[in-house]
């Protein structure tokens, strides 16, 4: 029987008793309807993991005994910056979910030319409140101790700085080569457009910023289809997938 696990940030190692964070109190008790004698697992998001018992349940909030400490070793061997350009709604959503249980290690939200997401007026903290929600859901769910990392929305220009990875490569229909010509490395950056691409001039920028174009196929790809089968061709190749 799987055992369902919980994001607890503040849970630690000497911790016996623990009071689960009110999100994980309400999606324990309140949905998955969990009682006082049940078993579940917490986890940090940086690696520490164990078996909990759910040992007191109110309306209000829940507490656990923590049991053994669990060892998951299940991060890629490559590590993953994803530079994915900002998409609407569920598009965003999908692609980060996506991306987690693919196992990217970060992930730069980018605002690009062709980005039709309002971030102003106290609207970007807003999203990126609900894209670590994605994300942490999606470690939940995928078996991830480690959440990956979320950064602010950066500008093409401070995006591209910001990636340091050995490899770097942007999705271009027109390049001339694809991932299977690009040499194995164990750091990987990836930069993505949005809905309607990438402009002509954001590519050129990317190229100048050290961003070797590949192609991806003879289909044009929708922005959340890209980031998810580009992720597994290049965990396939060089990661831990296949």
Not at 26 to 37: F, I, M, N, S, T
Not at 52 to 71: P, W
Not at 95 to 108: H, M, P, S, Y
């Amino acid at each position: 029987m799987r055992i369902t696990r919980f994001y607890c940030p503040e849970v630690r190692a000497e911790s016996q008793l623990f009071t689960l964070p009110a999100a994980a109190h309400r999606h324990a008790v309140q949905v998955l309807r969990l009682k006082k004698g049940d078993m579940l697992r917490v986890f940090d998001g940086q690696g520490f993991e164990c078996d909990a018992e759910l040992v007191e349940v109110s309306k209000r909030d829940s507490q656990v005994r923590l049991g053994q400490a669990i060892t998951v070793e299940n991060e890629s061997p490559l590590e993953i910056t994803l530079l994915q350009g900002v998409s609407r709604g569920e598009r965003m959503d999908f692609a980060l979910q996506k991306a987690v249980e693919l196992g990217v290690t970060k992930v730069i939200p980018v605002a690009t030319e062709r980005c039709n997401v309002q971030l102003s007026n106290g609207r970007e903290e807003k999203r990126l409140n609900h894209w670590s929600g994605v994300m942490i859901s999606a470690c939940e769910q995928s078996g991830r101790s480690f959440v990956p990392e979320l950064t602010n929305v950066m500008e093409l220009d401070e995006a591209l700085l910001a990636s340091d990875a050995q490899c770097q490569l942007v999705l271009n229909p027109l390049a001339r080569s694809g991932f299977k010509q690009v040499e194995k490395s164990d750091s990987l950056s990836l930069l993505i457009g949005p809905e309607g691409g990438l402009t002509e001039q954001e590519l050129l920028q990317a190229n100048k910023g050290g961003f070797q174009s590949v192609r991806f196929g003879p289909r044009i790809l929708r922005t959340e289809t890209a980031t998810v089968a580009a992720l597994a061709v290049v965990q396939t190749l060089w990661g831990d997938l296949g």
